[in-house]
């Protein structure tokens, strides 16, 4: 296996075996592992005294090229269990500890407030306009309609030429909708002011995959769309030619999820799919930066946490995780023994104080995300929720279910 | 009863973990130790055995989970849907009433996830039981089913009604409890199984998910960058604090929720800003946000318009210019890519320019080399620079400027719940 040597680190030159610490850092303990420290970081961000030590895997020019794959699968999974356990050994303070000395939440009158009727069928997905008002839902017999979620008018409706539409955003510039599914493709409809108009005819498909689109979303223009689908890849696209512009293989299996981050770079996305992983990408390079597998099950929704620096996702297994991307690791799960159905989108209140769940029980459940408890529970949908998302003000949630409705 | 040999191949993922979680709530409730109390219900003439009532099914849930009765309601409202208990008295309703109607547990025999998938053939033989054993006992829906089953499986149907004729044969020597609760047990799978027209499908778990997992073994994810830092998590409680007066949902906002009061009547006025602002932002609040970071206030289409008019009075304002130019190049058209890049050199980059922008020289030589051959990203490192020098010079000094806090001053002021705030503090 070539790969080996080329991607377990140029460390040739590195010490060998044994603890080798960088002048001027205070020794760590004798890692008994086939790692060796290379660098000492500074510690920047962590609010800890304690030491900072970077362990690169890399391997010794002992590891023969022609070792077979699963040789080096196992050795590699030894290593990372050793690793686990050194740092358990270091005393990691979890979210829930340090957020005790933060006032509780208190009781949440969370009402519906709206009711939006007109969908023949289930809604799978949804979407806010930038001016908070407006939203677009997508079903399972291929309507797509932009509503005024305030007066629940309806302004737009289109009919897609295929069903289970599972993927649909609005646009920044509020003119335009995208949306795709079971045709494979995403299809971006203009928006116009003429209400008699026929938005079918202006219709410009843009992303084209191999199996459905599962879920797609516009970058920081209305020009350029980001799509995920149920062949493995995502994709950016560019709108006005439809162009694939760049394409991110590396997930085995279906990419349910994605979402972008709102970084002041604004380059990376993060992704879930059925193998259980969640990823993080770099738009401009295609590469995944990180990588992140703690779920039992599919990841149906990710979503970033509104600073950037985490995100969280939900699952099949019932459980919501938030992983932190610096600190790169899980740092709380969000579960309870009497919720037994999956969760199927996830999205947080403009602070990021609060997480909300919408769950296949038809139920969404509120959690405190410093503290790890659930807030509430609501009730209302008759079947299960497909879609969450909240406003762009944070004023309210929108979610969309299979009975055919949509709540505010 | 007939046997199912069929796989259980097509089986989905999501619905077994669901189906194995609700099995671990069943057999708990069995357990004899710190299981429910059952008792024997009277039916008619007929006493039941190991029956118990919805009112004990949700205390024992409530007592175990710790959860509210609404959601206890709910949880055992799910196990009556999905088949795992089932009502004795209106054996057609797979609804939960908290009261004292008396339901039992289903058999594992006909668990969903032990049966699944019902075949035609089982459902004929239930529907031809049905038939014989009373007639008139179908509903429309089910005399529906039975006559294009009828059609269907026509070329086994000696099968069906002989296998029908035996089942029945065979429970008539039971003991009439027994019988009943057979009978209920099998209603109860089939209801599930085969829903009535325009009822809801409990099984329908939507489109399938084909899984591909390929044995590809990325060895990429292996490489481990471990960073030993004792991970303390204080940036999120932070941020979470900064933020939570700001959050509508926690804290309401002013002056009111217009979801809730239904208000978008109320304009703000904030000096030159009352044309741009939308009604439901407190302009307070979007103010506040500005000083808590640099992306707050670019992100928000006043912060940076502020932003301009302050920067143009200080004579930088070819930054923003530059920094917002680059982000269209990122974010537009493919085709107009190299006439843009062509603009910002001509206006930002070239010395002597009109509105020339200050990067260092290492970075100004990247970027030329890359304009030869332009592409979407040729302006990045540039970009970054002049973000970052906006985000440590200009920013902090908007912050402190009189315009800005001029701004805040007055949209305290609009406030009508602020007044009170305004007039306890002191003037700056």
Known sequence: ?408 | MTINTLARGGWDREQMACFQKMEKVIVAMQDPDMGMKMRNQRLLITVIPHAMTGRDMITWLIQKYCICEEEALHISGMLVRYGYVYPLKEPRSLVLRPDESPYRFQTPYFWTSTRWPASELDYAIYLAKKNIRKQGELMEYEKERYSVLHKRINHTWDFVVMQAREQLRASKQRRKADRIVLECQEQAYWLINRPQPGAHNVLDMGLERPNNLSARVTLVSDIITFLYVSYVPVPFVKYSEQYQNHDPIMQGCLPSNPWISDDTAYTRVLGHLVLLVPAFAAPVDLVERWSFSFMELLNDIMGRREFMIYLEKEFSAENLCFWQACEDIRHGESSRIVEKVEEIYKNFLTPGAARWVNVDSKTMDKTLKGIRHPHRFVMDDAQMHIYFLMKKDSYPRYLKSDLYKNLLAKAIMNCPTCLFVLSACSPS
């Open chain 1, 1 to 408: 296996m070539n790969n080996s040597q080329v991607e377990w680190g140029a460390a040739e030159d590195a010490a060998p075996y044994g603890a080798a610490a960088s002048p001027g850092c205070r020794s760590p303990p004798p890692l008994l592992l086939l790692f060796f420290l290379l660098l000492h970081l500074k510690t920047g961000g962590a609010s800890s005294p304690c030491d900072v030590m970077t362990a690169a895997s890399a391997v010794s020019s002992e590891v023969q090229p022609n070792e077979t794959l699963t040789h080096l699968k196992t050795e590699s999974d030894t290593l990372k269990t050793k690793l686990e356990e050194e740092r358990a050994k270091l005393h990691d303070v979890e979210l829930h500890q340090v957020a005790e000395k933060v006032d509780g939440l208190g009781q949440f009158i969370m009402k519906t407030r709206r009711t939006l009727k007109g969908h023949g069928n289930k809604v799978l997905c949804m979407d806010w306009c930038k001016d908070k008002r407006r939203i677009v839902s997508s079903s399972q017999d291929g309507k797509v309609i932009v509503w005024d979620a305030f007066t629940t008018n309806k302004e737009h409706a289109v009919t897609m030429p295929c069903t289970w539409v599972m993927a649909c955003a609005y646009a920044p510039s509020g003119c335009a909708v995208a949306c795709g599914g079971l045709d494979n493709k995403c299809s971006v409809y203009p928006l116009s002011l003429d209400k008699n108009e026929n938005l079918a005819a202006k219709k410009k498909s843009v992303a084209m995959h191999t199996n459905y689109l599962s879920a797609c979303s516009f970058t920081n223009s209305d020009m350029q769309i980001l799509t995920s689908s149920g062949d493995g890849t995502c994709a950016l696209w560019d709108v006005e030619s439809g162009q694939l512009l760049q394409s991110f293989h590396g997930h085995a299996a279906d990419v349910l999820c994605l979402d972008l981050a709102p970084s002041e770079t604004g380059n990376t996305f993060v992704s879930g799919g059925c193998d259980k992983k969640a990823n993080v990408w770099d738009m401009r390079s295609g590469q995944c930066i990180q990588s992140f597998e703690t779920h039992e099950s599919d990841i149906n929704s990710v979503r970033y946490y509104p600073s950037g620096d985490a995100f969280a996702s939900g699952s099949d297994d019932a459980t919501c995780r938030l992983y932190d991307l610096r600190a790169d690791r899980e740092v709380a799960i969000y579960s309870k023994e009497s919720i037994i159905f999956g969760v199927s989108s996830v999205d947080f209140s403009l602070s990021g104080r609060l997480l909300f769940g919408g769950y296949n029980d038809y139920t969404i459940n509120v959690w405190d995300v410093l503290k790890g408890t659930r807030v509430s529970i609501l009730f209302g949908h008759e079947n299960r929720v497909s879609t969450l998302r909240v406003s762009p003000d944070g004023t309210a949630f929108c979610t969309g279910s299979w009975d055919h409705t949509l709540r505010v």
